[in-house]
């Protein structure tokens, strides 16, 4: 129940990623192409500033504090959450049935093919693992002990050919090659 437990709750960090990076964000979209009231008023805004600074009516450092509220304005503008609209819902249906289309997938495949129940098995501890460490030596002592069982296996004898030939034992080669 525990593997269950933590499983269920990796599952769901991974959705809330994937659901936020996907849901409400647009990369590489322009939100400048459509003007609105408040961001045509401070593109005036900036205008007049520019304007005042030119004419002198304003100074240089003026101009720049100006220039930086509005700026400030503007990423207020920006902040303001622009609720759900009729473009962004169906994305964050969509976003969001994918998500959980993944984790239902991901669950049930693990659930069908998984085995939680089995004990943990370290590497180190497998029967099935070869030795770290095998000579070319070892090895062909252990496919001579093979051939002496199946001396008829043909397959042995192919590979057993090139590693006397290594090993320069040339007469072993040809006798195996021979076989």
């Known amino acids: 129940m525990l593997f269950w437990s933590l499983a269920l709750v990796v599952t769901l960090i991974a ?4 659901y936020y990076a996907g849901a409400g964000r647009r990369v ?27 004419s002198g009516r304003l100074a240089a450092a003026e101009a720049v504090a100006a220039k930086a509220e509005l700026a400030r304005e503007l990423l207020r503008l920006k902040q303001v959450p622009a609720g759900p609209t009729s473009e962004r819902l169906p994305r964050q249906l969509l976003v969001g049935a994918a ?25 180190a501890s ?11 030596e ?3 002592a252990q496919i001579e002990l093979q051939l002496e ?11 057993i050919a090139p590693a006397y030939m290594q ?6 080669a040809a006798k195996a090659l021979r076989r």
């Open 167 to 172: 090993l320069g034992r040339f007469a072993d």
């Open 138 to 140: 070892s090895a062909v």
């Open 126 to 136: 497998r029967a099935d693992l070869p030795p770290a460490e095998i000579t070319l």
């Open 28 to 54: 590489n979209a322009s939100t400048e192409a459509v003007d609105t009231p408040e961001i045509s008023h401070l593109k005036l805004q900036l205008r007049e500033i520019d304007a005042d600074a030119a």
């Open 149 to 159: 069982k199946t001396p008829e296996d043909l397959r042995g004898w192919t590979v």
């Open 99 to 123: 998500v959980a289309a993944t984790a239902v997938l991901t669950i049930g495949v693990y659930a069908a093919l998984g085995r939680p129940e089995l004990p943990a098995a370290p590497l």
């Open 15 to 18: 959705c809330a990623a994937l």
